[in-house]
């Protein structure tokens, strides 16, 4: 089965720096999702990302996925205290491509602090 | 428009019960995933349906059971509820048409918070 580790497990920043959150896939991935989670409530959708060497921009947060499609990072720049939040990665497994059936990460905790 | 609404927000169940829970997609998507999320881990995916036939299923037991109906909304059902059920149950609709993906946003509803005592 398709496993993903996400790194670090909480970031704690102060507001206005820059921060990366990585997610690491045991497997090649058909696509890779990003969602930001505020506790106990839905899932938000970040970005979607499906070729190897892609990179999307949306504000002030920017992810990638590395050419071999293993690895992805999620880069905020200049932080706010309303990018605090759970941040998730979620795999296509490539033996489905099927993006309803996603593998996620454990997730990542970020606090930013004003 | 209205995303994806998760009924009822929070549940409180004792073990052995059953409960129901209910999803409606976002107007126009014909597809409705369920993951479950336990405290501090990342959403596992439970069923999805398509057009009213299961598309996948994960690793739950026979206990979880799920519909879809005609106007796309949708069921999950948990019978013989355990401690371990205790979690965030959250739905997930999209605007694919069943097959593969190509760019589907996946689109999830706030959850519905289930404690079994």
């Known amino acids: 089965s398709q496993e993903l580790e996400q790194s670090p497990q909480s970031l704690i920043v102060q507001e206005g720096k820059n921060l990366t959150i990585n997610c690491t896939s045991s497997k090649t991935l058909y696509g890779l999702y990003w969602y930001k989670q505020k506790y106990g409530e839905g899932l938000i959708f970040l970005m979607m990302?499906?070729?190897?060497?892609e990179e999307k921009s949306h504000e002030k947060i920017t992810a990638k996925l590395d050419e071999k499609k293993q690895q992805s990072s999620l880069h905020i720049t200049a932080s706010q205290p309303s990018h605090a939040g759970i941040y998730l990665c979620?795999?296509?497994?490539?033996?489905?491509?099927?993006?309803?059936?996603?593998?996620f990460g454990s997730g990542t905790q970020l606090t930013v602090l004003p | 428009d209205a995303g994806v609404t998760q009924s009822p927000t929070h549940l409180i169940k004792t073990r052995g019960q059953h409960v129901t829970l209910r999803c409606s997609p976002i107007s126009g998507h014909k597809s409705v995933s369920w993951y479950q999320q336990v405290l501090g881990q990342g959403p596992q995916f439970i069923f999805q349906?398509?057009?009213?036939?299961?598309?996948g299923r994960g690793n739950f037991p026979d206990r979880f059971s799920a519909r879809q109906f005609p106007n796309y909304s949708s069921e999950l059902n948990v019978n013989a509820l355990l401690l371990g059920d205790s979690a965030l149950y959250l739905c997930?609709?999209?605007?694919?048409?069943?097959?593969?993906?190509?760019?589907?946003?996946?689109?999830f509803g706030s959850g519905t918070q289930l404690s079994v005592l």
């Open positions: 990302l499906q070729k190897g060497g």
């Open positions: 979620g795999a296509v497994p490539i033996s489905s491509g099927s993006a309803r059936q996603l593998t």
């Open positions: 997930a609709s999209d605007s694919g048409t069943g097959g593969t993906l190509s760019n589907e946003k996946l689109f």
């Open positions: 349906y398509y057009e009213k036939e299961e598309r």
